[in-house]
């Protein structure tokens, strides 16, 4: 067999056992190691110790890819962006921010709810988490709302649809991520998250408005704040503002000139803001252990999931999968936009058999290549037509519509992890009480992903100004 035959062999076994059951990280490691010894052992001939020689080199290939890939600086973003979620929880500034958007915005029809998507947005800017985004509101929104009349099943909906928003609104671990697989600017990347996530944002609010207002008793308004009781609620929210802000003009400096520092610089200073703010809101020893340990959980499963994908992606690499499959799609007739919607369609379907992280780190090494080709790219050997965008900007394009592809993983039956995590939380909602709550907000993300499609500069305005 030749290694692309190889290739195509082991990634229908690494499908099937992600299907079954396996967590993505180990089915992807021991998919990855098998077909590196598969490759290896062809390259000798089929006597002697020719299979233990594949084995030992297989082994050892596959031993110096977790601390070779994960030892990064850009990687080290990632514990800093879910600390600051934790922190900035356990320094009540969720409740906070739920309060703020409950005062400005629950007159409307759905109000409680808009609310709530409005606060899950705020509180992005300061968690790079959509399962801690989810859990902490579902502690504070879910009982307000269905203490109003909400039906239980679609403010749990509500909940853990708005926690993927911190998909995409920067500080987002799977925007880090991504461009640490394609190797692009981090920093461009996260500054390109920022008006998508709104933008998200504003159309998850307009579907609930929609629906209370032709649905009878589905989202009763919440009235009796006067516009002083709004206003004094402002300055609670202030500490975000001044963490946001204080990112951005160290990481991008806006004013001009040269950037203060790394995003990684930034992430740690944002951590550092958020533990001193916590600590003047009297957070206590208790609850700074609970925000390590919660940053810890989190930050070894995410990192789990990488190294265990990247022996795979390794094994992809030694198989010419990537580049075939890239040079195949790029001489299709079909044009580059149809392609691209098979794409993202087919991100669809995975979301409901793996993890958005997972599903990322698996796809990307052959996509990505795929996606630069009928653009144009200069790193791979065939082209099709163009995007009509250069190489960096078609990245980050890309990059925005498959992490608003992978916000689907989150909700969709039969792993949606935000849908198990706000079922946890909520102990007498039922798992599939989310699925039924969060189906009208598939709508509203194909509503979404339509638009930025058709319109890149929602995604590029941003980059294009600060990030160059």
Not at 82 to 106: C, M, P
Not at 143 to 156: L, N, Q, S, T, V
Not at 351 to 356: C, E, I, P, V, W
């Amino acid at each position: 067999m030749s290694p692309i035959d190889i290739g195509i062999v082991i990634t229908c076994l690494l499908l099937l056992l992600v299907i079954i059951g396996m967590r993505v990280a180990f089915a992807a490691a021991l998919s990855g190691l098998l077909g590196l010894i598969w490759i290896f052992w062809l390259k000798k001939d089929y006597s002697g110790d020719s299979f233990f020689w594949a084995l030992m080199l297989a082994v050892k290939t596959a031993g110096q890819v977790p601390h070779s890939k994960i030892a990064t600086q850009s990687l080290s973003l990632i514990p800093t962006f879910i600390l600051i979620g934790y922190l900035a929880y356990y320094a009540g500034l969720t409740r906070a921010l739920f309060e703020t958007s409950k005062r400005w915005v629950a007159w409307l029809p759905g109000g409680l709810a808009v609310a709530t998507v409005f606060a899950t947005a705020g509180f992005a800017t300061v968690s790079g988490a959509s399962v801690a985004t989810s859990a902490v509101f579902a502690r504070i929104a879910i009982p307000e709302m269905r203490a109003i009349g909400y039906d239980k099943r679609f403010a749990a909906g509500v909940v853990a649809a708005g926690g993927t928003l911190a998909s995409l609104i920067p500080p987002s671990a799977i925007l880090v991520i991504y461009a640490i697989i394609v190797e692009q600017d981090v920093g461009r990347l996260l500054l390109a998250g920022f008006l998508p996530g709104a933008f998200s944002a504003l159309i998850y609010g307009v579907l609930i408005v929609l629906l209370a207002l032709f649905i009878k008793g589905f989202g009763p308004p919440l009235g009796g704040y006067s516009w002083g009781e709004r206003f004094r609620s402002l300055p609670s929210v202030l500490p975000i503002v001044f963490v946001v802000l204080t990112i951005i003009f160290f990481v991008y400096n806006p004013l001009g000139g040269d950037a203060w520092g790394t995003p990684t610089e930034g992430g740690a200073l944002g951590a550092f803001l958020v533990f001193c703010i916590a600590l003047f809101r009297g957070m206590g020893w208790r609850q700074f252990r609970g925000a390590l340990l919660q940053t810890a959980k989190l930050s070894v499963m995410i990192f789990s999931i990488i190294w265990g994908v990247l022996i795979y992606v390794r094994f992809l690499g030694f198989a010419n999968l990537p580049i075939a499959f890239a040079n195949w799609v790029s001489s299709l007739e079909s044009s580059p936009l149809l392609i691209l919607t098979m794409i993202l369609l087919s991100y669809a379907v995975l979301g409901m058999f793996m993890d958005a992280i997972g599903m990322l780190l698996l796809t990307l090494p052959v996509v990505y290549p795929t996606v630069m080709a009928l653009n144009g790219g200069e790193d791979v050997t065939a082209a099709a037509s163009s995007f009509g965008m250069n190489g960096t900007m078609c990245a980050v394009w890309f990059g925005i519509l498959v992490v608003k592809m992978a916000e689907f993983c989150l909700i969709t039956p039969p792993i949606g992890l935000n849908c198990f995590v706000v079922a946890g939380v909520q102990k007498d909602i039922t798992v599939q009480d989310v699925f039924i709550g969060v189906t009208p907000f598939f709508i509203a993300d194909a509503i979404t992903i339509v638009l930025l499609v058709a319109f890149p500069i929602i995604v590029l305005w941003l980059p294009m100004q600060i990030g160059g």
